[in-house]
């Protein structure tokens, strides 16, 4: 599975159990815009149709947790170079540094794809 990088965002956003309102709601704007418009906004940043800027990324991990690592990689062979793919969890994108993209204590994998938080819970 190759992740966009908008994909990836969505994909850690909804394993951290966060709505699209619920992220927008605590991100301000300039200009400020409505509830609606920054949930559009969001939608279209994980469906990769604008370009993010380096101070949304950083409002957006202060929301949910994801890996600049494995953002920044996505991100190249988006671009077209050819980079080995990031090891990530086939259903919570959490990558080798765990699902805080920092590392943590107790970490690891239960299979190639699927790490071990996400296997305990199936
Ligand atoms: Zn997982």
Excluded at 55 to 74: G, H, K, N, W, Y
Aim: overall charge negative.
């Amino acid at each position: 599975m190759t992740l966009t990088p908008g994909a990836y965002l969505k994909c850690r956003r909804t394993a951290s159990g966060k709505s699209h309102e619920d992220v927008v709601d605590v991100i301000e704007t300039d200009p400020a815009l409505s509830q609606a418009e920054r949930v559009e906004w969001l939608k279209m940043i994980e469906a990769d149709l604008v370009a993010v800027r380096w101070s949304t990324i950083v409002a957006l991990r202060q929301q949910f947790p994801f890996d600049l690592a494995v953002l920044e990689r996505l991100s190249l062979i988006q671009d077209g170079y050819d980079l080995p793919l990031p090891r990530l969890c086939r259903i919570c994108a959490s990558s080798d540094t765990g699902p805080l993209g920092i590392a943590v204590p107790a970490w690891g994998w239960d299979a190639p794809d699927l790490c071990i938080s996400c296997a305990s819970a199936t």
